[in-house]
């Protein structure tokens, strides 16, 4: 039996409610993403854009450098 | 490291560390500037093209019967010019910027990224030459002929996705901001979506293969797509509507994600948001093309689908608007003096208006008003202009005299160019609002005895003229406006300094891995590694990790966008009853295909639709509503968006030869109203017969039946001899000696007029030159 005739007997017509669901599930697991994410996290995630010109110390490097990163901040323009 | 041995330095290679491992890199802010003066200097050509076919719409004449001019030709030229040329070239500028920044390094390759920008300048100069001759593949945004997809598919992936992503890989900061999971959404949709929607036979090539030789530039251009019918347009909508989310939504989402708290100094309103907003709207968008097919030969499960997707858009779109206008809290005072804010408010905003209405016009019953008036046109351009524009130009505004290391030459010429934009485009929406609406209504309209209050089309259209006038008007402030602003930033671009400072940035390198938190993040302290993956996954940690792994991302967005495209794709190319078969539905003659080939190229599509839906209004003007199984031979399919003319699917034998043959001589003389142009050399321009054979032959590699047609030239011949009868018919009936046409391009497509929508009329399949099993 073809491809095409095995799908000529799906139902099509219920595809908008498996697609409704396919999607429920997507959005209810990024929302448990969200929602399960601290609030230092976030921040500093949405910080990043207005951090972009900025040196970066190293992350093992953090305490240490910490001064001298500040020193050393670079605005491009 | 030495400024100018950072300066040359790429990403892969400017690893040259300073102290305490820090990395030297300099942004490459040329290519940003070589993009933002190609926005400038395209936008204006996109607008400018805009007014003039706007002025010829309420003012036929203006195309002065120049087929160079004709707004069948310059209509795609206008839309391929707003969006790959104006609105892709402030993407990329966008794009260049803000992931350098983003990702703290240097783009991935600089030959790349000039690779990308003159390949890119070369595909919109290749558009603006081929569309004005007529080298089209008669599709919506989809228009330009086949070498030219190829150059973009290379452009796009290969220089500009392969840069991107190589940049991101090589980054230094190790959250992938959102702004850039909007990118990687863009890159990897409109690639498939270009790819999937443009697999073609070209015609020329097929042609050389057999005979050694080309016969001529216009078949060496031509291709027919691999789909035909429904099948071809349920792929084109799900291209053009996706364009539209992923050439100018998802991009410009991620520039309002950086350049807007940039503008407004404060971080976005809600991360949380900004990330439900990015996988609600990938997710659902890719479902929504086939709102655009309503009532028409598309199967009602795949109208339904489309349509309940679009609605769910509307929560996703409204959470980004409201998280782009929420993120100027505090800063609402600084919105009445900074044009630069002003820009971005309106943008956000129209952005909303956009996005409210998108899925109410996907409601069926709203739809079967709007569609095919130019209540679907005042919405594409309350996007583009509202949204597109003001994006961009709050970037450019925000982002040149950064580059130009000045400052703005005029805020006043600012605010100038502002208010002139807002004014023209409120005039110009308002004015087609009314318009499509007008137009919408008097179609459906009846009298007390029944029958339709406006029988003659035409009446439905020149009672719209005010308001094109009015359009004219919008578009002619809109397009002041953008001179005003590419004039402020050319006077800014001259205050630069004579030589730009080169600023040298540092930021360590990734570790390998990610850093392992001290503190622990494990709540679980059983001794399963079960337990303790699950809480991770409870956690969020899978899709924390995700967001550090731009490989990994972007195969996840490829399979979110996929699931929606394989659900409405595999079943209507698979399941046969979704095309009912119609046995009196045959091919088209080898005159008539050159004729279609011929109404394709002029764009006739851009004012005629070739699609009768079932109802009452429109079969009691135009015929028999349309059948899926009439368009099998349709290689591309015709159906139109916008009827400025009558729809043509039944044109077939409701008028003879001369009439047509006077219609397109001048169509005054047989309608004194009508604002179609004339196609006077559509009367002197030869058919090439010789090339007939090749475009036969080409359908047939499709699977079209053309029998013996296909042998010995056959298909040349029997063109002839149909174009002999139409030109001895049309001198009977009084027009000019059959020695005069019958050879002239005017007889090709009188045949295919004269054949649309006539084949279900039939009793049964005739005896033809082509024969056989038509299916």
Redesign the interface.
């Known amino acids: 039996m073809s ?2 005739k095995i ?2 007997f ?1 139902e ?2 219920v ?2 409610s ?3 669901v ?2 429920l599930a ?2 209810i ?9 601290t609030k230092q ?10 951090d ?2 900025k ?7 953090i305490k ?2 910490s001064a ?1 990163s500040a020193d ?1 901040g ?4 | 490291m030495s400024e100018s041995a950072a300066k040359t330095s790429t990403a892969s290679t400017d690893r040259a560390s300073g102290t ?3 990395e030297a890199f300099v ?1 490459d802010e040329k290519i940003v500037r070589m993009f933002s003066w190609a926005t400038v200097i395209w936008g204006i050509v996109a607008f400018l093209v805009g007014v003039i076919i706007a002025i010829q719409l309420a003012f036929p004449e203006a195309g002065l019967g120049i087929e160079f001019l004709s707004f069948g030709r310059l209509r795609p030229l206008h839309t391929n010019a707003a969006i790959f040329a104006f609105a892709g070239n402030a993407v990329f500028a966008a794009v260049y910027y803000s992931t350098q ?2 990702c ?1 390094c240097r783009m991935w390759s600089d030959k790349l990224s000039k690779l990308h920008f003159w390949g890119w300048q070369l595909i919109i100069l290749s558009a603006a030459i081929t569309l004005p001759l007529g080298f089209t593949q008669g599709k919506e945004y989809a228009e330009l002929e086949w070498p030219i997809d190829i150059a973009i598919a290379v452009v796009w992936l290969g220089f500009f996705g392969g840069n991107f992503l190589m940049t991101l890989i090589n980054r ?4 992938i ?3 850039l999971w909007f990118y990687i959404a863009t890159i990897v949709t409109v690639t498939m979506l270009h790819v999937f929607n443009n697999l073609w036979i070209p015609a020329g090539l097929v042609y050389l293969f057999q005979n050694g030789e080309m016969p001529s530039p216009e078949l060496a251009l031509k291709s027919y797509p691999v789909y035909a019918g429904v099948q071809d347009a349920l792929m084109q909508w799900w291209y053009g509507h996706n364009a539209v989310a992923f050439f100018l939504t998802t991009p410009f989402l991620g520039l309002m ?2 350049f807007l ?2 503008a407004a ?4 309103f809600s ?2 948001l900004s ?2 907003h990015f ?2 709207l990938v ?2 968008y890719i ?1 929504a093309g086939p709102h655009h097919l309503h009532y028409t030969s598309l ?3 795949a109208s ?2 489309g349509m ?2 679009s609605v ?1 858009l509307w929560m996703p779109s409204w959470g980004g608007m409201i998280n782009g206008l929420l993120t100027l809290r505090g800063a609402w005072d600084r919105v009445a003096s900074e044009p630069i804010l002003k820009f971005f408010v309106v943008g956000v905003t129209f952005y909303g208006m956009s996005t409210f209405e998108g899925p109410l016009l996907s409601v069926k019953a709203v739809n079967s008003l709007s569609h095919y008036t130019d209540w679907t046109i005042a919405h594409v351009h309350s996007g583009v202009l509202g949204w597109n524009g003001f994006m961009t130009f709050g970037m450019l505004y925000w982002m040149m005299p ?2 130009f ?1 000045t400052k703005l030459w005029s805020k006043k010429l600012c605010a100038m160019h502002f208010w002139f934009g807002t004014v023209g485009m409120v005039l110009y929406i308002l004015a087609i609002y009314s318009a499509g609406i007008t137009q919408g209504l008097m179609w459906r309209a009846f009298d007390e005895s029944g029958r339709l209050s406006y029988p003659a089309f035409i009446e439905t259209v020149t009672v719209l003229l005010p308001m094109y006038w009015i359009r004219v008007v919008g578009g002619l402030l809109y397009l002041t406006g953008a001179v005003i602003g590419a004039y402020n930033l050319f006077r800014t671009w001259q205050t630069r300094p004579e030589k730009y400072e080169e ?7 990734l ?1 390998k891995g990610p ?1 392992v938190d001290p503190k622990g993040k494990e709540r679980l302290h059983a001794n399963t590694a079960l337990g303790v993956a699950g809480d991770k996954v ?3 940690d ?3 990790a995700l ?1 550090r792994k731009p490989v990994k991302f972007t195969i996840w967005v490829l399979v ?1 966008v996929a ?2 495209s394989l ?1 409405e794709a ?2 209507m190319f ?4 979704n095309v009912p078969t119609i046995t009196t539905v045959e091919p088209y003659t080898p005159l008539e295909l050159a004729g279609r080939d011929i109404y394709v190229s002029e764009g006739c599509y851009n004012c005629h639709s070739q699609m009768i839906r079932p109802f009452l209004w429109e079969t009691m003007r135009y015929g028999e509503y349309s059948k899926p199984g009439e368009f099998i031979y349709d290689r591309p399919f015709q159906w139109g968006s916008r009827r400025i003319g009558p729809d043509l699917a039944r044109e077939g034998g409701l008028r003879d030869h001369l009439w047509h043959y006077r219609h397109f001589k001048n169509p005054k003389d047989v309608n004194d109203k009508s604002i179609m142009p004339r196609y006077p050399w559509l009367l002197s321009q030869t058919i090439n017969f010789e090339e007939i054979q090749g475009r036969v032959d080409s359908m047939a590699l499709l699977g079209v039946p053309y029998g013996e047609l296909l042998l010995d030239n056959n298909a040349v011949d029997h063109a002839r001899e149909q174009a002999d009868e139409i030109a001895a018919e049309l001198e009977v009936l009084g027009g000019p000696s059959m020695g005069d046409t019958r050879d002239k391009k005017v007889i090709a497509v009188i045949a295919y007029l004269q054949r649309l929508g006539t084949d279900i009329k039939k009793s049964e399949p005739e005896e033809t030159a082509m024969g056989g099993d038509q299916q």
Not at chain 1, 29 to 37: G, K, N, P, Q, S
Not at chain 1, 74 to 77: E, G, L
Not at chain 2, 172 to 175: L, M
């Open positions: 491809m095409s799908m000529s799906l099509l017509s595809y908008p498996i697609a409704l396919f999607f997507a959005f697991a990024v929302i448990w993403r969200v929602m399960t994410t996290d976030i921040d500093d995630a949405a910080n990043i854009v207005l972009d010109d040196v970066v110390a190293p992350r093992h490097t240490q450098n001298r050393e670079v605005s491009h323009v | 305490d491992g820090l942004y920044r983003l703290k230094r900061e190790r959250h901001y959102v702004a994600y950086y708290p940039k100094e404060r971080p976005v991360y949380k990330i439900i996988w609600s997710f659902i479902w199967p009602e499960w339904t689908l309940v997707f769910m950064r580059l290391q600023v040298v940035h540092y930021a360590p390198a570790s850093i409870l956690q969020g899978w899709h924390r967001e979110a699931i929606g659900v595999i079943p698979m399941v046969s009853s």
